[in-house]
């Protein structure tokens, strides 16, 4: 329990922080501007520096996990998505695997039954679970255009409109509020509830989650609850967007405990697990063509071999061959 | 198997109680008409000329001001606010209009940088609507 709590108790000292800088200290400009670029800088920096470092790996070996009839002979029909030849098919794989998390869909529970029989069967919930927390937080993500530009472009916009389009309660009602505090509760919840997730789970798998959850938390109370005037929030991410170092406004303290929780994630990002948004891109057993048959893959640390060719060996020992009454391929 | 029956009765009890929702409130809608009369024929003398709140307060919290006074004028018929000053005002859009009418973009000007779009001009008429 001691994983879940640690994590848990480390959030809620990190939301004091600000609360107490702000309230009680003034330090409005430490955390509303130089907090933020920091965080924008070490979470930009570090995320290229972690792809760059990923990307220089050499792949030694062709290792593409496959569930399907991989490309053979004409007449044997070829599963392209499950076992791709190109890199088209390849790219689609990788896609389909970031937007829908197909191999997620395919996960299994294994259980014993009645004493000794194991028994195997399909358990999507951690799928939709996912699904729905990681789709919630990029429409929430997108929807805080709101903040950042003067006039947002129209996709956005309808998009925006599309997540309110219940029409309940007057700071119109977000179906990806409700949606995404549903799901990190179940993912929370899914890691305490089961002793062998609990024994699997570490505190770096609770931080981020507890995280989210508090800015997810701090985010809709700002907008249903505790009310904060937007006014200077937009006027602060508008200058923050355009590097400017204006202090800013009078703003609620609870709204820099939500930047602050937010610049926390952006600072812990490139050294966390979290990381896997990029790493999924570089995946070798799900980026690489399963055409080991077709083509050669060469290992890149493999030292160049001298090769002795026939010619060679001819043209050295061709008189003595000769000699020999050896048959020779050149006179 | 206990379990899972529990989960299909109280999943079933759910969905009953959803459908006849709309029918509770209409079997309830009787005693609303009785407070509404009880409040239309309360004379209050109305006034329109204060505000009924500090600036950083409606700042922020305005709409929800906006939200308590039309359920409560529209679905219960009381249309006198008492402010925390003691002045009462009546429930309405025209109240806060009366003195905010003077800025035509008085709502606009906010709502169009925080990009906000609140429904009340969907029947109201607005202040850029009138000459």
């Known amino acids: ?331 | 198997m206990i379990r899972t029956k529990t989960m299909i009765f109280l999943g079933l009890t759910l969905v009953l109680f959803a459908s006849f929702y709309a029918f509770l409130q209409d079997g309830m809608a009787e005693k609303t008409t009785q407070q509404t009369a009880q409040y239309l024929h309360q004379p209050v003398s109305v006034d329109s000329t204060k505000c009924i709140a500090t600036k950083e307060f409606m700042r922020a919290n305005h709409m929800r001001v906006l939200n308590e006074w039309r359920n409560s004028s529209v679905r219960e018929g009381n249309r006198i606010f008492l402010a925390p000053n003691g002045s009462k005002l009546e429930k309405s859009l025209n109240t806060c209009l009366g003195c905010h009418k003077n800025n035509k973009l008085f709502c606009f000007n906010c709502h169009m940088y925080a990009n906000v779009k609140p429904k009340c001009w969907n029947c109201h008429i607005s202040a850029m609507e009138t000459p």
Not at chain 1, 67 to 85: A, M, N, Y
Not at chain 1, 177 to 189: K, S
């Open chain 1, 1 to 331: 329990m001691k994983k879940a709590l640690m994590p848990f108790f480390m959030v809620a000292v990190l939301a004091l922080i600000p609360y107490v800088g702000v309230r009680y200290a003034g330090l409005g400009y430490l955390f509303g501007i130089v907090l933020p670029y920091t965080a924008m800088t070490v979470l930009i920096c570090g995320f290229i520096f972690r792809m760059a470092d990923w990307m220089r790996r050499p792949v030694p070996f062709c290792i593409p996990t496959t569930c399907g009839q991989e490309k053979s002979l004409d007449w044997i029909k070829q599963d392209k998505l499950e076992s791709p030849s190109s890199f088209l098919y390849a790219a689609a794989r990788v896609l389909s695997e970031v937007f829908f998390f197909r191999s997620l869909f395919r996960n299994t529970r294994s259980e014993l039954h009645k004493g000794s029989n194991l028994t195997y069967g399909s358990n999507k919930w951690l799928w939709l679970g996912g699904l729905a927390f990681h789709w919630s937080l990029l429409v929430i993500m997108l929807r805080h255009a709101r903040f950042f530009f003067i006039m947002v472009p129209d996709a956005l916009q309808y998009l925006d409109d599309a997540d309110r389009f219940l029409d309940v309660t007057l700071p119109a009602f977000y179906m990806t509020d409700a949606l995404v505090l549903a799901a990190v509760t179940f993912l929370v919840l899914r890691r305490i509830r089961d002793a062998r997730m609990r024994v699997i789970s570490l505190p770096s798998d609770f931080f981020p989650l507890f995280l989210i959850l508090a800015i997810i938390l701090l985010g809709i109370s700002m907008r249903y609850v505790t009310k904060v005037d937007v006014m200077p929030v937009k006027a602060l991410m508008l200058n923050l967007l355009n590097f400017s170092f204006e202090p800013p406004g009078e703003i609620g303290t609870l709204f820099y405990v939500h930047l602050f929780l937010i610049c926390v994630l952006a600072i812990y990002f490139p050294f966390s697990k979290l990381m896997h948004m990029g790493g999924i891109f570089l995946s070798p057993t799900r980026n690489q063509c399963n055409n080991s048959r077709a083509k050669r893959h060469r290992n890149p640390w493999n030292s160049d071999i001298k090769f002795r060719t026939y010619a060679e060996y001819e043209d050295d020992y061709r008189d003595k061959m000769k000699k020999a009454k050896l048959p020779v391929e050149k006179q």
